[in-house]
């Protein structure tokens, strides 16, 4: 083969080595064609040399090619090796060649052309043949096989001692050992401690071997389906030689891992990704994947998904306790310490941000400049958060134009602060935010829509009551300062909670656009609140004030009221000698604008019962009234109000029947002030009624607010056996039921006296202190009634029997949630004999049950299956012998929460079924017997009087031994 080349290239030279002759004469012939074609053969060789390092150059390529997964032969080293000796003897050709031709006038000797061009013509027969090698010898072959990596290790910060964080990992492995969970998202704020929790993830993984193999994919903006693959592949160890097609890649993915156990952990995703393209299909079995979100919307794809919250106050107190060290329990930086903390909003990317800055910093007035930095909306962040503020300003920037200032709004409400969602829509409205809708009930719904949009993007969380939520503390400053910087022509009030120092001048007054002054104490308002003759929205709760001015009745453009007489309502409020009263008459009529009212009273204000009638009266001549919070001391002025409301009637022609769109209205003295503050279960509330009235008939006029309530309580009223008086088609919206302290209650529904559907929208439902309830259903039930029950709580019934008969049971197929507690006689939850499908209570999680002393059965049928089953706690149920739950029928069961005692008494087939899953508990009896071993009487008789002021979590946690130690 060598010769062949060579032969051909020799050929083709204008030498007369080429050229058949013999002697002397065709020998001098060729030493003088050497000379003589010595520029041509030059030219020729530098072309050669071109093509050499073409290929040379097309090698390179092919080798550095990064998605192959292959390496170069030795006979492609070698010859590399051999081209870059070749280029370094080509270069000193040249450079001889060069020096030679600057002498070719007579000046060089013959000899001398004569080697160097000879030296030229074999160079060109070497570049030719090195050239023509490389396309017969393999360039690339595969690796010699290698072990997949089963789990990469992270190294992130340790989260066992950061509850509020470690929860989640342990939530996660939780999900990922249910079978039929394969996509699971995780969606949270930035700087929230997402990545920490995913890192530990994938460690605790890789201790418990729970998969075959692990694979972490972060994603930015430009994060592609080729990323994940490559990703995979090179863990994997798989070749794809040159295959660039991510189809064939896909095929190849799916083919390896379709019987292998994984979890793909995709970190940082901003969009929607494919899976089928990465290779991931449903099919697989034993895969799941891990989805970490900014926006919820991408989770309602997910089979299950958990928000990652905000650390609590003692593991971010800790957090930066452990960096910044103990000083921040000093008293010069103790308070300053916690402002920090609060401006930090349990984030703990934040914390540990400003933590660094301030470690080995013992000066107090640096702690304090920082602190102002933070809190000053007028100055940049400062350039240790830079980057969260970046991540939140990202996200705000793309949201609609309209939507923009619907977001910023919620700055001017105080840290912390709970909005009512209902409330904040009307503030949105009259700001002209929500322009398209021109009727309030479009607004509404408009504004929840963009509740929910920003619930989803995190900036907002729900709060502790219905229908509430609040902006982080840290996510209010962010909005502060883009207010501040972006916002034209933006002057604000704004208090954040403190006492307002100064009084502000008319001046002052005259040029703000907006006030808050939620949570501030005042001892009267500011005179000059009259000259804000445009303002709509004015929220008067828990500032202390003990009356109303008169002045409040020049705001006829007043569409919001909101005013609370809670605190020192015993004082009276005397002005030159006279008593004043807490709402001076006209006041409230005067306000003809008004769309919203809340009248917060303290149920024992007594000058709230002598004006109430007068105020009913005023408030039933407004208008445009829409939504009332009101309270009736007596059912007389609930009926004369509801009789003469003008808005209550005019409304009936708008929404399709009588009725506000929302309400809040309690009825009679009802003894708990719990009235505002009432938990509302967790569902809307924008429509509630409170009725306690005693001895008292119910009036039929009460039927017409129960008929558009979505939530209901009845409180010690005692004339009434059963809710069916009110008829089926009066309790239909009805979303959640309280009933206590009720004495002649006997049954919740009576299908003897009202037929049809009962509670069909019905989802909580509390009977608390019910003396004489025998049974929650009497008579035949109809098969759409109390469907949608997710939360059942019985409390002190001693009269109860049985809970479930056989056909109520069947109907429970949303119940989540059952606490049964104080029933002397209760002896059967699920009745004996009960024909009962094995699936009757497919989503029941939580059972509760306390101090039922005769009860001995939870359910005789073994049949019956407890599929989402988790958490039992059983106290003082001495009968209780037997379980009906095992590992096959309960699969999901983690914990049962007990004493001691009981499960001792248990049955022995019962505790080996569940040996691991026993938690047990203490109660003030078993200590007091323990420790009666190792002390006096005295102080055990001491230890039994006090146990009830003790933590209970704090004695559960103590062994008997320790006990006695104390």
């Not at 032969?7 to 030493?31: F, H, M, S, Y």
């Not at 150059?57 to 051999?82: A, S």
């Not at 009266?617 to 609930?638: H, N, Q, W």
Request: charged share 30%; glycine share 4%; hydrophobic share 40%.
């Amino acid at each position: 083969m060598w010769e062949t080349a060579a032969a051909q290239a020799i050929g083709n030279l204008e030498t007369p080595a080429v050229q058949a002759g013999d002697g002397i004469i065709g020998c001098l012939r060729r030493k003088y064609g050497y000379v003589r074609n010595l520029n041509d053969n030059i030219a020729m060789l530098e072309r050669e040399e071109r093509y050499l390092l073409s290929k040379e150059e097309d090698v390179i390529t092919m080798l550095d090619r990064k998605d192959q997964i292959m390496e170069r032969t030795r006979e492609c080293n070698t010859w590399l090796d051999e081209v870059r000796v070749m280029k370094g003897k080509l270069q000193e050709l040249r450079n001889r060649y060069q020096n030679t031709s600057r002498r070719f006038c007579g000046l060089c000797p013959f000899p001398s052309l004569l080697k160097l061009g000879k030296t030229i013509v074999i160079k060109i027969e070497e570049v030719i043949v090195l050239k023509s090698r490389i396309d017969q010898i393999t360039i690339m072959h595969q690796r010699a096989p290698m072990p997949s990596v089963p789990v990469i290790k992270k190294h992130p910060e340790k989260i066992d001692n950061v509850p509020s964080l470690n929860e989640h990992v342990e939530a996660l492995l939780r999900l990922l050992k249910e079978d039929n969970l394969k996509r699971i998202g995780i969606w949270v704020l930035p700087g929230v401690g997402k990545t920490m929790v995913m890192e530990n993830l994938n460690n605790k993984i890789r201790e418990t071997q729970l998969y075959d193999n692990v694979f972490w994919v972060t994603l930015s903006k430009g994060g592609s389906v080729r990323k994940i693959q490559l990703i995979i592949l090179e863990q994997l160890k798989l070749e794809v030689k040159e295959i660039h097609d991510t189809d064939q890649i896909a095929d190849m993915i799916s083919e390896v891992l379709v019987n292998k156990r994984y979890l793909l952990l995709l970190d940082e995703v901003f969009s929607e990704i494919n899976l089928k393209e990465v290779g991931i299909h449903d099919d697989h079995e034993h895969g799941a994947v891990i989805f970490a979100y900014r926006d919820r919307d991408f989770c309602r794809f997910m089979d299950d998904h958990i928000k990652i919250e905000r650390l609590s106050n003692d593991d971010a107190k800790n957090l930066l306790r452990k960096i910044v060290g103990g000083i921040i329990d000093r008293p010069s930086y103790k308070k300053i310490a916690d402002r920090l903390l609060k401006e930090c909003g349990g984030m703990p990317q934040v914390i540990k941000l400003i933590a660094d800055s301030l470690r080995n910093e013992d000066d107090p007035a640096v702690w304090r400049h920082l602190l102002s930095d933070m809190q000053s909306p007028g100055t940049e962040p400062v350039q240790e958060i830079q980057e969260v503020y970046k991540a939140f300003k990202l996200v705000y920037d793309k949201l609609h134009v309209d939507k923009k200032p619907c977001l910023l709004y919620w700055a001017i409400f105080p840290p912390d602060y709970e909005v009512y969602q209902e409330y904040l829509i009307e503030c949105w409205k009259a700001e002209q935010f929500i322009v398209q809708a021109r009727k309030l009930g479009d607004a509404r719904d408009k504004g929840h829509a963009i509740i929910r949009e920003f619930e989803k993007k995190s900036f907002l969380e729900r709060g502790s009551k219905a229908g509430h939520f609040k902006m982080p503390i840290f996510l209010r400053r962010m909005a502060l300062k883009i207010m501040y910087h972006e916002v034209k022509d933006s002057k604000f009030l704004i208090g954040d909670g403190e006492e307002i120092e100064e009084q502000l001048s008319d001046e002052e007054w005259e040029d703000v656009q907006r006030v808050s002054l939620i949570g501030q104490k005042l001892s009267e308002l500011p005179p000059q609140l009259e000259k804000l003759k445009s303002l709509e929205i004015l929220d008067l709760r828990c500032t202390g004030l003990l009356t109303l001015p008169e002045e409040l009745a020049h705001l006829t453009c007043l569409k919001c009221l909101r005013v609370s007489f809670k605190q020192n309502f015993g004082s009276p409020n005397h002005i030159n000698g006279q008593l004043e009263e807490m709402i001076p008459s006209n006041v409230i009529a005067s306000l003809s604008s008004l769309q919203e009212l809340s009248i917060d009273v303290d149920f024992r204000n007594q000058s709230w019962d002598h004006i109430v009638d007068r105020v009913a009266e005023e408030v039933a001549s407004l208008k445009a009234l829409t939504s009332l919070c009101f309270y009736f001391p007596r059912i007389s002025c609930f009926e004369t109000f509801i009789e003469n409301c003008i808005s209550w009637k005019r409304n009936s022609l708008e929404w399709e029947g009588n009725g506000f769109r929302s309400f809040r209205i309690l009825v009679g003295n009802h003894k708990v002030d719990n009235f505002l503050g009432f938990d509302f279960f967790g569902y809307t509330a924008e429509r509630h009624l409170r009725f306690s009235t005693g001895e008292e008939d119910i009036p039929f006029t009460l039927s017409k607010i129960l008929n558009k309530a979505l939530s209901f309580e009845l409180i010690s009223h005692h004339r009434t056996k059963n809710l069916s008086i009110f008829g089926t088609e009066y309790l239909k919206e009805v979303e959640a039921c309280t009933i206590e302290e009720c004495n002649e209650i006997e049954s919740i529904i009576d299908a003897t006296m009202a037929t049809g559907v009962s509670f069909e929208f019905l989802q909580k439902l509390h009977l608390i202190n019910l003396p004489k309830l025998v049974s929650i259903y009497k008579g035949s039930i109809d098969s759409t009634s109390l469907t949608k029950l997710t939360t059942l709580t019985l409390k002190s019934c001693p009269k109860l029997k049985c809970l479930f008969p056989g056909d109520m049971v069947q109907l429970l197929c949303h119940l989540q949630d059952l606490q049964v507690e104080d029933c002397s006689e209760i002896k059967e939850i699920i009745k004996d004999g009960s024909i009962v499908q094995s699936e009757a209570l497919p989503k029941l999680k939580n059972m509760e049950l306390h101090n039922l002393p005769r009860l001995f059965s939870i359910c005789e049928d073994s049949l019956l299956e407890w599929p989402s089953l988790e958490i039992m706690k059983i106290k003082t149920c001495s009968e209780l012998k037997d379980l009906p739950f095992s590992v096959e029928n309960a699969p999901k069961l983690r914990v049962i929460e007990c004493t001691m005692n009981w499960w001792s008494e248990l049955n022995n087939s019962v505790k080996d079924r569940l040996k691991d899953l026993h938690s047990f508990t203490r109660e003030a009896n078993e200590v007091a017997h323990a420790l009666a071993k190792y002390t006096p009487s005295p102080l055990v008789s001491l230890f039994c009087c006090n146990y009830a002021s003790f933590p209970r979590t704090v004695w559960e946690a103590w062994s008997v031994d320790q006990l006695a130690g104390v």
